[in-house]
């Protein structure tokens, strides 16, 4: 059964690829998916050699840079310790990532809490449904936001709004009510930012002001909804970012009717927005928080949930509650302990809202001379770029999808180099760069994505 032919060209990989791989686990954004080689800081290399600059670092999965040193070294070092342990027994990097992670969440949210592990983000949905239904008495309606991402899954998918990700398969269970997000630059005119995010509270917590609107028995109080589902900026809807008094209202009216907030920080966690949890901007405790990606910067599938006491305590969620083969893996957690160690030895809080302060600027001034770019923002080094017809607002989806495609030519000529860039596209109308770049990315790496893009935008706008 073993193949020898290593080298093959690419020309043979694709047809191979085109006869044996799924292409149901995958995305291909291209007709011809590049084939990468290497990697190191912030680049991908093909096989030719040309550096690709990335500015989605594996859609916010690798925030420490390709071939971390400190981390590989770990990884290296658990490889020839104990790689490999059952679920049923226990080890040290386990108790003492979960220990970490709790400590910390006890500190900055008050309460006393546990942590759960899983493989991937959609797994750690999933236990966090099963969480939530357990501890509301078996209800199976949840909340949800228009543009929200939480996984494809049959749970996940159900409380991600794209249908698109539902219709082949029908649902397991109840699907979220989906629930209007204040994403300002295509919202209602003439309202600011915390207007808006006002007014978005204000209509969802009319849905209980009678027992008409159907999310509650006004003579019991009882809501059928068990917990609300956030991101709380949100990730493939386009890194849209809600005012800083919408999710302090918002769990207002959760709490007055014993609804769960769950926080998803599968995708803005590990200090994407200079925080370790991005909910930590918005000045609200979260019952369910719900991690993954970065977290072991790519080189381990590793995910969790951190719950509060009353819901997960041994004695209302006990053994056997979920289960995987793989999950709190030695190999995961002993790199995500070190992840969590490095980045408490230095200051990431201010370095990454420096860097995101300075490529925000850089992205205004792109801004202020191409009207293609209708709206930019950023928190941290979560930043967006909307792109748009020269009206500098609708949505201009084939734009984009050129950018795409001429920046994975490898071919940008800045400085005297030729370079690729690797971008990501999000956002309602699929229009929206979602800048994720390396948490240690340099001002000169910053300030070569800027010419790039200013390369790209020359080439692909059309008059």
């Not at 400190?70 to 226990?90: K, T």
């Not at 930043?383 to 950018?403: F, G, H, Q, V, W």
Request: with cysteine.
């Amino acid at each position: 059964m073993y193949d020898a032919q290593a080298d093959r060209s690419e020309a043979e990989l694709r047809a191979l690829e085109a006869q044996y791989c799924s292409w149901g686990d995958t995305v291909h954004y291209l007709e011809n998916p590049k084939f990468f080689e290497t990697c190191e800081g912030s680049y991908m290399y093909d096989a030719e050699g040309r550096a690709f600059l990335d500015l989605q670092m594996w859609y916010s999965a690798v925030n420490f840079g390709y071939r971390n040193p400190r981390l590989n070294a770990v990884a290296h070092r658990q490889l020839d310790r104990l790689p490999q342990v059952a679920s049923q027994y226990l080890h040290r990097e386990k108790v003492e990532l979960a220990a970490l992670i709790a400590q910390d969440a006890e500190a900055k949210f008050g309460r006393k809490g546990r942590v759960h592990f899983n493989v991937g983000g959609a797994q750690a949905v999933e236990d966090s449904l099963k969480l939530v239904r357990n501890a509301s008495g078996g209800k199976s309606l949840m909340f949800a936001f228009e543009g929200g991402y939480h996984g494809r899954t049959l749970g996940a998918s159900a409380i991600t709004s794209s249908y698109r990700y539902r219709r082949r398969y029908g649902h397991f269970g109840d699907r979220a009510q989906f629930i209007e997000f204040p994403y300002h630059f295509r919202g209602p005119k003439g309202m600011s930012k915390e207007e808006y995010g006002h007014a978005c509270v204000q209509k969802f917590a009319r849905l209980f002001e009678t027992e008409y609107n159907g999310v509650l028995d006004t003579k019991t109080g009882q809501a059928e909804f068990a917990a609300f589902y956030v991101e709380p900026i949100q990730g493939t809807g386009g890194y849209v970012i809600p005012p800083r008094n919408f999710f302090i209202e918002l769990k207002k009216v959760l709490d007055a009717h014993n609804i769960l907030l769950v926080v998803d920080e599968i995708q803005m966690g590990l200090y994407r927005t200079g925080k370790l949890w991005s909910i930590e901007h918005f000045g609200v405790q979260p019952d369910v928080l719900v991690f993954g990606k970065a977290l072991t910067n790519g080189l381990n599938p590793l995910s969790g949930l951190w719950a509060r006491e009353e819901l997960i305590n041994p004695t209302i969620f006990p053994p056997g509650s979920t289960h995987s083969t793989f999950n709190a893996n030695p190999m995961g957690t002993a790199i995500a302990l070190e992840t969590l160690r490095m980045t408490a030895e230095s200051d990431y809080a201010g370095m990454v809202a420096e860097k995101g302060a300075y490529f925000l600027e850089g992205l205004r001034e792109l801004q202020s001379r191409w009207p293609q770019i209708g709206d930019v923002d950023g928190l941290g080094l979560a930043l967006r770029a909307e792109i748009c017809e020269a009206d500098s607002y609708t949505p201009n989806k084939p734009l984009l999808d050129r950018m795409e495609a001429e920046a994975m030519k490898g071919d940008l000529e800045v400085d005297g180099r030729r370079l690729g860039l690797i971008l990501d596209v999000g956002g309602y109308h699929k229009n929206v760069i979602t800048l994720a770049p390396s948490l240690e990315i340099t001002h000169d790496e910053i300030d070569l994505a800027l010419k790039l893009l200013d390369v790209l935008l020359k080439r692909c706008v059309t008059d």
